[in-house]
């Protein structure tokens, strides 16, 4: 091994220590030990686990000095680097690239290195693994990543993050083993404190004072008009009526809303019967200032010979003319889903945090529990429907001559208006400029060099990276917000 040097703890054998390297033993693995449990009355036993202990390095040197002197002033120095040392690096010329974890344990006595020139020193690495002297970095994407681990174990990586927007929430997950790390969580508008909504609309419907006649919802013609008996509207009711026509046909009824609302909650409790021989309909249509539609919702019994009802959800103007039909809530074939007498509730609503999402519930009361039955969400991502809320429109409707639906009222009408949270009321984790670090190596959680482990969620593991490629997944909330040009994973291969 002549020729061959190391350093430990910056300390260069051969520049620092006059010392010249004879032999170096290093083994191939740490001390490995097995658990077997035993079984009282059986031969043997049962084989349980293996645990890898401390890798001892042992190295042979001879000083270079050949002189007395020379010899006595490098083993006082040898001697003082002995004393009070710590774990350290250590490393050696024909491996520049790797490093060990080590503390040197013992070695010849100083009157025997003293007298013959040489000796042996043993070093412990605590941690078996041999490390790679620097750290690989590799840019974060935001989505999916590939991290290749190319040394022959497992090793653990450290994250550095910035983000572009103010978020609630930094997700880290291994994707092959399912192991992740939760900074903070997402937050939605329904999530901000209580306070976030307004109550704009709680109507009995013992009075039509303040409905106006609404609009046609989807072509159905306006015909005939709603009265109330005092704690519901329908035009079944006396001095009600669904007029005449040829197709769909009913009264229509509308509140404005003032102002106008960005985000808001319409719901009406109704009720209506499906029988054989009879056709009815009820439509809910949120409508913004110039009279187009924003999004509808519908409860239909359009099978004369049979008794059904069938749910349908619409967001935008017409199907065919821009709009959507998101699809219908129930099909034909779904013979009894809605079963033959709804009393239950239409509703639309649309939320904050960047999406407009439309949702229309169904639900049949019972044990004065409302069940809510079907739920539609549809994400506007391009903002084709993002316009203020003006007007709600309801119309309740029959087909051509058929019989009406034996009951066909409206019993309740709320509406709600979401207030947008100001930037102070959304919880924020991280600001732009902001350096988030994760250690998986010491399991340590840095918000700005501020000890930040109290925002890790339950459920999170510090992961390492497996031999080979590894998928981790990078997510923020909102998405899609992690600085690409500033944010790296850093690790160090390792091997046994």
């Not at 412990?124 to 990543?145: A, F, K, Q, R, W």
């Not at 572009?164 to 992740?180: I, K, R, W």
């Not at 509140?255 to 009820?282: H, L, N, W």
Request: aromatic letters at 10%.
């Amino acid at each position: 091994m002549r020729g061959v040097t190391f350093t430990f703890n910056d300390m260069h054998s051969r520049d620092d220590l006059s010392l010249e390297v004879l032999d170096i033993q290093r083994p191939l693995s740490g001390d490995i030990s097995t658990r077997v449990i035993d079984v009282p009355g059986r031969v043997g036993g049962y084989y349980s686990s293996q645990k890898m202990g401390s890798k001892f390095v042992i190295v042979e040197v001879a000083q270079v000095s050949t002189t007395d002197v020379g010899a006595q002033t490098n083993a006082r120095n040898l001697a003082g680097w002995l004393i009070d040392q710590k774990v350290g690096k250590l490393s050696f010329s024909d491996e520049p690239n790797k490093e060990y974890r080590a503390i040197l344990t013992s070695s010849t006595p100083l009157e025997v290195f003293d007298t013959t020139r040489t000796g042996t020193l043993r070093f412990e690495c605590v941690d078996p693994h041999i490390y790679s002297v620097s750290e690989t970095p590799l840019d974060l994407l935001n989505g999916d990543n590939v991290i290749e681990n190319s040394g022959s174990a497992p090793t653990f990586p450290r994250f550095i993050v910035r983000v572009t927007e103010p978020c609630t929430m930094l997700l880290l997950e291994h994707v092959d083993t399912g192991q992740y790390i939760s900074i903070g969580q997402p937050v939605g508008a329904e999530d901000v404190a209580a306070g976030g909504s307004v109550e704009t609309l709680n109507d009995g419907c013992g009075s039509l004072v303040g409905w106006t006649q609404g609009q046609s919802i989807g072509g159905i013609a306006v015909t005939g008009n709603y009265a109330t008996n005092g704690f519901s509207f329908s035009p079944k009711h006396a001095g009600g009526s669904y007029g005449s026509g040829s197709g769909w046909h009913g009264p229509c009824i509308r509140k404005e809303i003032s102002p106008e609302q960005d985000y808001y909650s319409v719901t009406f409790d109704i009720g209506q019967t499906a029988a054989v021989g009879t056709m009815g309909r009820t439509d809910v249509c949120i409508r913004k200032a110039d009279g187009g539609q924003l999004a509808r919702v519908s409860m239909i019994d359009a099978w004369n010979a049979d008794r059904r009802h069938a749910g349908y959800a619409f967001v935008g103007t017409s199907v065919g003319a821009g709009g959507y039909e998101l699809f219908p809530l129930q099909t034909p074939a779904n013979t009894y889903m809605w079963q033959n007498y709804v009393m239950g509730r239409l509703s639309i609503r649309r939320h904050h945090a960047g999406q407009n999402v439309h949702t229309a519930h169904f639900g049949i009361f019972s044990n004065n529990t409302w069940h809510s039955r079907t739920t539609v969400h549809w994400n506007d991502v391009n903002g084709l429907w993002n316009a203020k809320a003006k007007y709600i429109d309801i119309q309740q409707s029959v087909y051509a001559s058929y019989t009406p639906p034996a009951t066909h009222y409206i019993t309740h009408a709320y509406n709600y208006d979401y207030i947008e949270p100001g930037s102070n009321q959304v919880p924020v984790l991280f600001n732009i400029g902001d350096e988030v670090e994760v250690d998986c190596n010491t399991g340590r959680v840095f918000i700005n060099g501020v000890n930040s482990i109290q925002h890790m969620q339950p459920g999170s593991q510090f992961f390492p990276l497996q031999i080979g490629d590894n998928n981790i997944k990078v997510m923020t909330d909102p998405l899609d917000k992690l600085d690409e040009d500033e944010s790296v994973v850093t690790y160090r291969s390792r091997w046994y």
